[in-house]
């Protein structure tokens, strides 16, 4: 029964990170794009429960900060602009999980002061709030070239397994080649000839398209493995004997037999095809501004003075790290209940 | 053993092959060439640009530059770029050495790390060794590259103490070990970055490896039979994982290979990597395709000799070769 509990408490939290990406806009203070002109690279605010002149404040505070004179980062704390943080108030407008209209944030200060978890980036914007914006295209990005990749690996692998023969032959020699490319060379040379300049949506369908198709190869190999050795189960023999024809036999016994193995190698897949995007995004070949996606908001941490002067631009790149760890712990439990199983 | 090497081979041509024709297919999925953009800039004439592509060939048919883009790889010119206006394996040898430079001592160094490593948390199943193990290589699996090179770009930046880029200094004009010493220093950090970046899946499997065949009877056999701790691991249980193990060099090399790109741009490591984005960038098709079936052949190259291995470390195939 153990490994069911493991299983659990990694779905709560994979389900748990998938929830904040889909309500980024209730959790966030703001939106990816509102900019603070007077702000760029603010520090992450202090959050502070005794103010200057010592007492104690039972609703945690921020002091609005200003730029220290004649200098271009250097921002002082305004012991006269205390901003009480106050839960569920009404700030931007946003749509919830992008259908219902809404204005409620989990967090924030009254406005016109900003509230920045994270710090924000040279146009003033909050990081945290980008970063929670972000999740929704990079987690979601990794998670649709996952099925997309997952559903040719089937129909490929199911149609080879289920005929063999030169079909069989065919389709998996032409796998071997897509695998024989190291894969990030691949998507940089496909990405090569897309345009350079396009809409931050097509960019957004292109990157998941690339990334999914392009990766059929090692899903159709496993798949075509498990219906080759599933042609040779008994009930699939006696169902063939009573004369099922070959897409009732894949389509009732051979194809539901792989999905679990389909399961497994779909939690690999997920965190490698967010890494995926996020290595683009970072490059300038995926989704590009004001969209924030965790690989294009760490462009900026590359130039030296940006990453020396304000470290907090580094943060989003933990961001995919519990990410990767909980679907790798997901696929661990998963292959543990598909050995066990066998 | 020529057999078999000769069915190796020629499977490993039949995938070159393979992956040449997907790359040529691939250019000609671009919209236009490199002239394209010549002709929206209005300042040279169709009849000149007209003129170019004749020279370069571009307007022959498709089969045709097909086995003139392939005669010129056979050729070690890897087509032409437009860009630089010179064969495009000028620009990539340079640029393949210096990645060969950085990736293969990586290779070795975390197989080095973790062949010990595997071995000994496998034989200390569900021990604290193994707990910690298991739990180390679990967040060494959510440290992306992205992540360790932008870290270990900090560090050079704050410490003062490793370079921030680049493979040497610009004033070495020291003897031979001077300019290797300084080469070495440049690639402490990417070097501990990919090294990093690339250890978790080969210590998971490592250890997953060394569980099956410590649990096969022989190997409870030889235990019965009072032979010594390490004898038993090393001598006994090693060589019969070397299978799965020599399998997974020639993944661990993929994997390698595309996070050293990355690693390069970051790190500015002259690499294949700033090159290829370069020349995305640049719209240069053929230094890019080139790249792409360079760092294939590479990896193909990297299975052969896991073939080898194989073959040399495995009793099983050479009674079936």
Request: proline share 5%.
């Amino acid at each position: 029964m153990k490994p069911w509990r493991k299983l659990s408490l990694v779905t709560v939290l994979l389900v748990g990170i998938h929830l904040l990406a889909l309500l980024a806009g209730f959790v966030a203070p703001y939106n990816y794009a509102t900019q603070d002109r007077d702000h760029p690279y603010a520090r992450p605010s202090r959050i502070h429960f005794v103010d200057c002149a010592g007492k104690f404040h039972l609703r945690p505070f921020i002091y609005e900060t200003s730029l220290r004179e004649g200098t271009l980062n250097n921002y002082i704390e305004d012991c006269s602009q205390l901003q009480p943080i106050e839960f569920f108030l009404r700030g931007e407008k946003y749509a919830l999980a992008g259908l219902v209209p809404a204005d409620l944030h989990l967090f924030g200060v009254p406005s016109p002061a900003r509230i920045y978890l994270l710090g924000a980036d040279g146009f003033g914007r909050d990081e945290f709030s980008r970063v929670l914006y972000g999740a929704q295209i990079s987690l979601f990005a990794g998670l649709l070239a996952a099925v997309l990749a997952l559903s040719m690996g089937l129909l490929v692998g199911g149609v080879a397994g289920a005929f063999g023969g030169w079909v069989d032959e065919a389709v998996m020699r032409t796998a071997e080649i897509f695998i024989a490319v190291p894969w990030f060379y691949l998507l940089l040379g496909v990405r090569a000839v897309l345009p350079l300049e396009m809409s931050p949506l097509s960019a957004f369908v292109l990157v998941v398209a690339v990334i999914g198709l392009l990766n059929w190869g090692s899903p159709a190999r496993l798949v075509r493995g498990v219906i080759l050795s599933g042609r040779e189960r008994n009930f699939v023999q006696a169902a063939r004997g009573f004369g099922a024809g070959r897409g009732y036999l894949l389509r009732r016994h051979l194809l539901p037999m792989s999905f679990s193995v389909a399961l497994t190698q779909m939690a690999l897949l997920v965190p490698r095809f967010i890494l995926a995007e996020v290595m683009l995004s970072f490059l300038g070949l995926g989704i590009g501004e004001p969209f924030p996606s965790w690989g294009n908001m760490l462009a900026d941490a590359q130039q030296f003075h940006v990453l020396t002067a304000y470290w907090w631009m580094l943060l989003p790149a933990l961001a995919p790290v519990p990410v990767f760890v909980a679907y790798h712990a997901l696929a661990d439990r998963l292959q543990e209940r598909l050995q066990s199983a066998n | 053993m020529i057999r078999y090497l000769l069915r190796r081979l020629g499977h490993a041509i039949f995938l070159l092959f393979g992956v040449s024709l997907l790359l040529f297919f691939l250019m000609q999925l671009a919209p236009g060439d490199f002239f394209s953009t010549a002709r929206l800039s209005g300042s040279i004439s169709p009849a000149s640009i007209h003129a170019l592509r004749t020279e370069y060939g571009l307007d022959k048919p498709l089969p045709v530059r097909y086995l003139r883009w392939l005669n010129s790889v056979g050729h070690g010119d890897f087509g032409y770029s437009f860009a630089y206006n010179m064969p495009a394996s000028a620009l990539l040898l340079p640029r393949a050495r210096n990645t060969l430079l950085l990736t293969v001592p990586c290779l070795l160094i975390s197989w080095i790390i973790a062949v010990p490593l595997g071995v000994l948390a496998a034989s200390r199943r569900g021990g604290w060794l193994d707990r910690f193990y298991s739990g180390g290589t679990s967040a060494l699996l959510g440290m992306h590259d992205l992540l360790l090179a932008l870290l270990a770009l900090l560090l050079a930046l704050r410490t003062g103490a490793f370079p921030t880029g680049g493979m040497m200094s610009l004033d070495a004009a020291g003897g031979l070990w001077a300019n290797w010493k300084d080469v070495l220093w440049h690639m402490a950090l990417p070097a501990i970055v990919l090294i990093v970046g690339s250890l978790a899946p080969i210590l998971r499997h490592v250890r997953s490896t060394m569980l099956e065949v410590l649990d096969s009877h022989y190997i409870r056999a030889a235990e019965g039979h009072g032979v010594g701790r390490l004898t038993l691991l090393f001598r006994h249980a090693l060589p019969a994982a070397a299978n799965p193990l020599i399998s997974l060099f020639g993944l661990s090399m993929a994997l390698l290979i595309a996070g050293s790109m990355l690693v390069e741009v970051v790190m500015s490591w002259p690499g294949m990597g700033p090159m290829v984005l370069e020349a995305i960038l640049a719209r240069d098709m053929f230094l890019v395709v080139g790249a792409v079936l360079l760092s294939t052949i590479f990896l193909i190259a990297g299975n052969f000799i896991a073939d080898i291995l194989l073959y040399v470390f495995d009793p099983r195939i050479r009674i079936n070769a």
